[in-house]
């Protein structure tokens, strides 16, 4: 009876794994299969995807600019910036310049995640160093002795993933920052 019963179910395993094996080994199948893919249509679906992310981060940040009542100035890349106290007089921040902050970054609801009072202040080289993209751009419109308030969408924050430490994936941030000071890179 053993016997019988496997002798049947070899031969119903050979009956539907041969021809599939024939079948997944055919060329003319699998070439028909990569006429099937087509890289301009998943492209297109990305860009629609990523078209709907910053459509709903930009969103939340005019919701947050209503609900916190402050004329943020928004520019073609996104960022917002409002300078709630502008210093009388200061250096313009520059491409190439070093410059020292005080910050605090936080999620638009009000979740702080990192500050210079746990952490120290920041000092970097405008547009060159490892920091968010969103505050090389941003500090470019701010002089020594500002304080502003930026919004960064997550493109130019920490994008799709997150930092994978207190930023979620896609979210964009708030940035407080001072800045301290602005000194002229020497080469």
């Given at each position: ?143 020594s002795g500002d304080k502003a308030l930026i919004l ?19 979210s964009p941030i708030v940035y407080d920052v001072e800045i301290l000071s ?6």
């Amino acid at each position: 009876m053993i016997f019988r019963f496997s002798q049947y179910m070899f031969k119903y395993l050979a009956l539907v794994f041969i021809p599939m094996l024939f079948i997944c080994c055919n060329p003319d199948v699998q070439q028909d299969e990569k006429k099937s893919f087509n890289k301009e249509k998943v492209k297109q679906q990305f860009v629609k995807a990523n078209q709907q992310v910053v459509i709903k981060e930009s969103d939340e940040m005019d919701y947050y600019q209503k609900s916190h009542n402050m004329p943020f100035v928004k520019t073609t890349g996104g960022i917002r910036y409002y300078i709630y106290k502008a210093s009388p007089k200061g250096d313009s921040v520059k491409t190439d310049d070093i410059i020292k902050i005080n910050y605090k970054v936080s999620l638009l609801d009000g979740t702080e995640c990192y500050s210079s009072e746990t952490e120290g202040a920041k000092e970097f080289v405008v547009g060159m160093e490892n920091i968010e993209d969103g505050i090389h751009k941003a500090v470019l419109f701010l002089k020594s002795g500002d304080k502003a308030l930026i919004l960064i969408p997550s493109h130019l924050a920490h994008g799709l993933l997150g930092d994978s430490k207190k930023i979620p994936p896609q979210s964009p941030i708030v940035y407080d920052v001072e800045i301290l000071s602005v000194k002229k890179q020497q080469h």
